[in-house]
């Protein structure tokens, strides 16, 4: 078979690089394939003016700093709170949005996002004839689709957060989303909520890398980071989590995998 033609859009929007990525069996783009990623990177900008914290212009902020009345913000808000909320109750409290007195969701709007953005914009696509596959990241948190009929397989790679540019493992996904979390790339950022000391939420002290598999990228993304505010010894919070895959590295190498909830191996 002859590899696809890959077409890709990238653009820096919330914090990091997004790309677009189809697979089609023609090396130029059709026009609705140009069009659908400029919407899908369109729709990234757009959920970054809502709901970024650090633009005073979002429209978090204006809420935030009395610049604009709740009754007059967009919707999408009051539906990310929600799930916000339900998140922080399915975690048992390791995810939680509220921080210092106000609602945060930086830890669940990005991996959210690029899944609308992907259903939005990219999954129409997959009906057009020549349209093998097609898939869209932010910061390396991406949900990958592949067309009915079609053989393609997206190969993951895990990083290995002990050796920058090294892979630990690969995952093969046809359909689903890939998300990471932990101190590899940010250093350490991640807070337990649960755990206030008199000087804030400090951040957690070795903590694992967290990479999760699920079939939506806003359930592997906050996962992920519940995942990475258990700990390594910690795997109780899969009872609560949606159906999903992923391997927790230990800051000394150690690791831990499980699949659809289950633990397949023991920590080496």
């Excluded at 709170?81 to 390791?94: D, K, T, V």
């Excluded at 009929?149 to 002990?162: L, N, Q, S």
């Excluded at 979390?181 to 991640?190: K, Q, V």
């Amino acid at each position: 078979m002859t590899a696809p033609h890959r077409h890709v859009r990238t653009a820096e929007l919330m914090g990091t690089v997004a790309s677009v990525h189809v697979l089609t069996t023609s090396p130029s783009a059709s026009a609705v394939v140009r069009r659908a990623m400029s919407g899908a990177l369109d729709d990234l900008h757009a959920m970054d003016a809502l709901f970024s914290p650090f633009r005073a212009d979002s429209e978090i902020s204006l809420l935030r700093d009395g610049g604009m009345d709740a009754a007059l913000a967009d919707p999408l808000l009051a539906d990310v709170s929600e799930a916000c909320a339900q998140l922080c109750a399915a975690s048992r409290g390791r995810f939680d949005a509220y921080r210092d007195g106000w609602f945060d969701p930086t830890g669940y709007v990005k991996g959210w996002a690029v899944e609308r953005a992907t259903t939005r914009r990219l999954r129409p696509l997959l009906s057009e004839e020549g349209i093998v596959a097609a898939g869209l990241s932010a910061g390396g948190d991406m949900q990958l689709l592949t067309a009915p009929g079609e053989d393609w397989i997206w190969r993951v790679g895990i990083a290995d957060p002990r050796h920058p540019g090294a892979v630990r493992a690969t995952v093969p996904i046809r359909d689903g989303a890939v998300a990471t979390s932990g101190p590899a790339e940010r250093g350490a950022h991640i807070v337990d909520p649960r755990r206030v000391g008199a000087d804030g939420r400090s951040p957690l002290l070795s903590p694992p890398s967290a990479t999760v598999i699920a079939d939506r990228l806003s359930d592997a993304d906050a996962w992920a980071t519940v995942a990475v505010v258990a700990g390594f010894d910690d795997l109780t919070w899969l009872r609560d989590a949606p159906d999903c895959s992923g391997m927790l590295i230990a800051e000394d190498g150690r690791v831990r995998r499980w699949t659809h909830g289950v633990e397949i191996a023991p920590a080496l």
